[in-house]
């Protein structure tokens, strides 16, 4: 049997269009949603990712700034930041990138972001809406698995989902989500004993460990739905010839580019014992950008008590 593609390009393209008509609307009534995007220091996957989501936010319409900081900067100064972009009106959404340099702790940071503008879904404000089934703003990685999922017609209801890792961006906001569309849920993680004895009862398999292709044909039940979380970049001929089976055409990407991106699940085993999956690169990832958008014009919403759009909870 072979997967059928759940292609995150297409679902990305798709909400999209549905946000641009919302955008539309919100600037008939005066509303530019704005959103700030903070990146500090220099990691090179933070700066491409901040990037892509400034640049998203510039084709839809939505007012965005890009605000950069040396790797140096104190605790102090970042919260000094987040306190005026707290307060600046045009600025709906605020988004701190992670990981931050060591001398800064995330919690604190992620603590002062007004929930009102917490696009991220990371403030424990917004956490405690979320567990509690109340209406808030979401994770972003998160939301798009379910908008994937719902979008591709894979019932969630009674299903049973089980989320490999617990991280408090993907493993536990998706976990919960999962459990509000009625999933039976089960989160497990480094320490769990008998990974793929647990993995393989899944009908929807949520991968996000952060370990390159440690899925295996053996962790997946045939046909079941896996989304893969995983961004791992391998950047060896080594590397490639242990996660693929047939490394020919990684091999010659490797050669190409200087290196190939790889999820958590082994590709070819998800492509051949899967019902259904996301690729890596082009699954998941298109719909964290997608739904970082989408925050941020509820977000726009919510502080004018302008109508909501539908939420990913039920
Ligand atoms: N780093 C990795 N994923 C994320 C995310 O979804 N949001 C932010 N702010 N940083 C991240």
């Given at each position: 049997?072979?997967?059928?593609?759940?292609d995150g390009n297409?679902?990305?393209?798709?909400?999209?269009?549905?946000?641009?008509?919302?955008?539309?609307?919100?600037?008939?009534?005066?509303?530019?949603?704005?959103?700030?995007?903070?990146?500090?220091?220099?990691?090179?996957?933070?700066?491409?990712?901040?990037?892509?989501?400034?640049?998203?936010?510039?084709?839809?319409?939505?007012?965005?700034?890009?605000?950069?900081?040396?790797?140096?900067?104190?605790?102090?100064?970042?919260?000094?930041?987040?306190?005026?972009?707290?307060?600046?009106?045009?600025?709906?959404?605020?988004?701190?990138?992670?990981?931050?340099?060591?001398?800064?702790?995330?919690?604190?940071?992620?603590?002062?972001?007004?929930?009102?503008?917490?696009?991220?879904?990371?403030?424990?404000?917004?956490?405690?809406?979320?567990?509690?089934?109340?209406?808030?703003?979401?994770?972003?990685?998160?939301?798009?698995?379910?908008?994937?999922?719902?979008?591709?017609?894979?019932?969630?209801?009674?299903?049973?989902?089980?989320?490999?890792?617990?991280?408090?961006?993907?493993?536990?906001?998706?976990?919960?989500?999962?459990?509000?569309?009625?999933?039976?849920?089960?989160?497990?993680?480094?320490?769990?004993?008998?990974?793929?004895?647990?993995?393989?009862?899944?009908?929807?398999?949520?991968?996000?460990?952060?370990?390159?292709?440690?899925?295996?044909?053996?962790?997946?039940?045939?046909?079941?739905?896996?989304?893969?979380?995983?961004?791992?970049?391998?950047?060896?001929?080594?590397?490639?010839?242990?996660?693929?089976?047939?490394?020919?055409?990684?091999?010659?990407?490797?050669?190409?580019?200087?290196?190939?991106?790889?999820?958590?699940?082994?590709?070819?085993?998800?492509?051949?014992?899967?019902?259904?999956?996301?690729p890596?690169p082009g699954g998941?990832?298109?719909?964290?950008?997608?739904?970082?958008?989408?925050?941020?014009?509820?977000?726009?919403?919510?502080?004018?008590?302008?109508?909501?759009?539908?939420?990913?909870?039920?």
């Amino acid at each position: 049997m072979t997967g059928r593609i759940l292609d995150g390009n297409k679902i990305r393209d798709e909400i999209k269009a549905e946000l641009a008509d919302q955008i539309r609307d919100l600037k008939s009534v005066g509303v530019t949603p704005g959103l700030a995007a903070v990146l500090v220091g220099e990691n090179p996957a933070s700066q491409l990712y901040v990037r892509s989501k400034v640049k998203n936010c510039e084709s839809l319409g939505l007012y965005s700034e890009k605000i950069e900081l040396t790797a140096d900067t104190t605790q102090p100064q970042l919260l000094e930041l987040i306190d005026k972009l707290n307060r600046r009106d045009e600025i709906d959404g605020i988004l701190v990138q992670l990981p931050l340099p060591p001398q800064i702790d995330s919690k604190v940071i992620l603590g002062a972001v007004s929930p009102a503008k917490d696009v991220d879904g990371f403030h424990p404000v917004n956490v405690g809406q979320l567990v509690s089934g109340r209406p808030g703003l979401v994770p972003c990685t998160p939301a798009g698995i379910i908008e994937i999922l719902v979008r591709s017609q894979i019932p969630i209801k009674g299903a049973r989902a089980v989320v490999m890792g617990r991280s408090d961006i993907v493993g536990k906001p998706v976990a919960m989500l999962l459990l509000h569309n009625h999933a039976t849920v089960t989160i497990c993680h480094s320490r769990t004993r008998d990974l793929p004895l647990v993995a393989s009862e899944a009908d929807i398999l949520v991968a996000a460990m952060g370990k390159a292709a440690l899925v295996t044909g053996d962790f997946i039940k045939p046909g079941a739905t896996v989304i893969d979380v995983g961004q791992n970049v391998l950047k060896t001929e080594e590397e490639v010839r242990r996660v693929f089976h047939d490394p020919t055409l990684p091999l010659q990407h490797l050669a190409a580019k200087g290196s190939v991106l790889v999820g958590d699940v082994q590709p070819e085993d998800m492509k051949e014992k899967s019902g259904a999956y996301t690729p890596v690169p082009g699954g998941v990832g298109p719909l964290t950008i997608a739904m970082l958008m989408a925050n941020t014009v509820q977000a726009a919403r919510l502080r004018r008590g302008l109508r909501t759009a539908a939420a990913s909870q039920p």
